[in-house]
């Protein structure tokens, strides 16, 4: 298969400082690919590269067959995007959140209507499509705001910490919905810092100070570093002696 996102020798310097040195990693359709690391290790800096936000310093990336160079409104056109911090509209009610967000996507009525309804269908949801979400409760929130996130069927979905703030119930049915999303072959680009969910990965990164020190399917990263979690693997890795 060829890859979704290509990403080759990438580098993003800030003045003297690597926030990205040298990453090189792929990603296959219908992966669910967990993109790993502490805080300040550089995983905000290549999602913005790999979101068409921002350009590399050097090397090569592209998303959905676009290059992140030349590229990037293309880019934005074929993802889809969501981050821990709630991105809907509170006062809006969730039917006009999801006719806002189609519209953003180019959709046309007809087919706002019918994936609207499909997906609040399948989170059997649909009788609610008229509350304000202000009234949602968050863990509804973070399942609507995936489903407006994949509404234009997009190759890739970035999901930057999303379940960051839900109870561990609420934690699994949003895994339930990436794996069904995953299984109609989105790709699934997601950023955690709860270990548990990255064992529900198909294959992990884990980036320290700037570079991918690890990289493969859970299990090989436990077998690897001889440890029984992937919290021990983070950790042997993370807080390793500089």
Same mark, same amino acid.
């Given at each position: 298969m060829k890859p979704v996102i290509e990403v080759e020798n990438l580098v993003k310097k800030f003045g003297d400082f690597v926030a990205n040195d040298s990453l090189s990693f792929s990603v296959f359709p219908g992966e669910i690919?967990?993109?790993?690391?502490?805080n300040g290790a550089g995983k905000t800096t290549a999602i913005k590269?790999?979101? *068409?936000?921002?350009?590399p310093t050097s090397g090569k990336a592209s998303v959905a067959g676009?290059?992140?160079?030349?590229?990037?409104?293309?880019?934005?056109?074929?993802? *889809?995007?969501?981050?821990?911090k709630f991105s809907l509209y509170e006062d809006l009610t969730i039917n006009e959140n999801f006719q806002f967000y189609g519209g953003?996507?180019?959709?046309?009525r007809k087919v706002i209507r019918e994936r609207t309804a499909a997906l609040l269908s399948r989170l059997q949801f649909l009788d609610a499509k008229n509350e304000v979400l202000r009234n949602?409760?968050?863990?509804?929130?973070?399942?609507?705001?995936?489903?407006v996130a994949v509404m234009h069927q997009p190759k890739v979905v970035f999901l930057d910490e999303p379940t960051g703030g839900v109870d561990p119930i609420t934690r699994r049915q949003f895994w339930e919905l990436i794996y069904e999303q995953a299984n109609q072959g989105t790709t699934i680009f997601v950023t955690t810092h709860y270990m548990d969910e990255a064992e529900y990965c198909g294959r992990v990164s884990i980036m320290?100070?700037?570079?991918?020190?690890?990289?493969?399917?859970?299990?090989?990263?436990?077998?690897?570093?001889?440890?029984?979690s992937m919290n021990d693997v983070f950790v042997k890795l993370a807080r390793a002696p500089k």
């Open positions: 690919f967990g993109f790993l690391g502490a590269i790999l979101c *068409g936000l921002s350009a676009f290059d992140v160079y030349r590229q990037s409104e293309q880019i934005k056109k074929n993802i *889809g995007y969501m981050s821990q953003i996507y180019g959709l046309s949602i409760p968050q863990g509804w929130k973070q399942k609507l705001a995936f489903s320290v100070d700037g570079r991918i020190e690890a990289l493969d399917t859970p299990e090989q990263l436990k077998k690897q570093f001889a440890v029984s």
